[in-house]
């Protein structure tokens, strides 16, 4: 188990611009994948992913874009917020979470 150290409330409060730039940064990010994946894994004349309130959709079909759609969006966001927390580390030398 890694050594935990104390984070000051001065880190977390310079944290938080980024924070808030890189969950912009992954939100932009997981949307531009998901398009990717979704046009992957459909057949070429679907188009774009279903949303939830198109009826020409089977239900089916909304949840699974709405699933994959979410998983790619939290794994992303998960790997922006850890890079830039360690980068934050590495800069001003305290963790900036816990």
Do not use: C, N
């Amino acid at each position: 188990m890694p050594h935990k150290k104390s984070t000051h409330t001065s880190a977390k409060i310079l944290y938080r611009p980024i924070g808030l730039l890189s969950g912009v940064l992954s939100g932009a990010l997981a949307g531009v994948l998901f398009k990717q994946v979704w046009k992957l894994v459909t057949p070429k004349e679907a188009g774009q992913a279903p949303k939830a309130l198109e009826s020409d959709f089977p239900l089916r079909e909304v949840l699974l874009a709405s699933a994959l759609q979410g998983a790619i969006y939290a794994a992303i966001k998960a790997a922006v917020d850890r890079g830039g927390a360690r980068t934050f580390e590495r800069l001003v030398g305290e963790w900036p979470g816990d």
